[in-house]
């Protein structure tokens, strides 16, 4: 990459990439993030009894299963071999709280892994209360921390 390009996903000529991560150590990568389904409380009650099934247990496994082909989702990020990814749903003010941690050993960081786990439970708790309410809306996707690497340790801020 030149010096003078700004993103480490393009090349000289503009050109999207993947960046060479090869030289680069393996270090501890750790990458949370979260977002928020915004449901009834009637929905976040029935949550575990909806007519699809436990809608729990299907966002958990699909944030896992999603952090795990991240790699196949988004296109310029790389294989991860992941030691753990955890992702867990909880009430919260108008809706749902999904998590997520993913950790790995890597040359590159887990974040889009994290992200995604979110986004993908995201939409499989959406399908699963589609049926009792079609006005549930996902939002505030994002990183909220990651560790590992060269560039150091992110923690966002938070606005409580």
């Given at each position: ?9 393009l ?22 993030a ?10 976040v ?36 071999i ?9 009430p ?7 998590t ?21 439970a ?25 560790s ?13």
């Amino acid at each position: 990459m030149a010096a003078d390009t700004p993103f480490s996903h393009l090349d000289e000529t503009g050109q999207a990439r993947m960046v060479d991560v090869g030289d680069k150590p393996v270090t501890r990568r750790v990458a949370e993030a979260s977002c928020r389904v915004l449901l009834s409380a009637e929905t976040v009650a029935r949550l575990g009894t909806l007519p699809k099934g436990d809608a729990h247990a299907v966002a958990r496994l699909a944030g896992i299963q999603a952090a795990k082909r991240t790699a196949e989702l988004v296109p310029l990020a790389h294989p991860l071999i992941l030691d753990d990814v955890a992702v867990e749903i909880a009430p919260g003010d108008g809706g749902v709280r999904i998590t997520s941690r993913v950790v790995c050993q890597a040359r590159t960081g887990a974040e889009m892994e994290a992200l995604t786990a979110c986004a993908m439970a995201a939409l499989a708790l959406y399908d699963m209360v589609k049926a009792v309410e079609k006005g549930a809306v996902v939002t505030d996707l994002r990183l909220e921390s990651k560790s590992g690497g060269a560039r150091g340790d992110f923690r966002r801020r938070r606005r409580e």
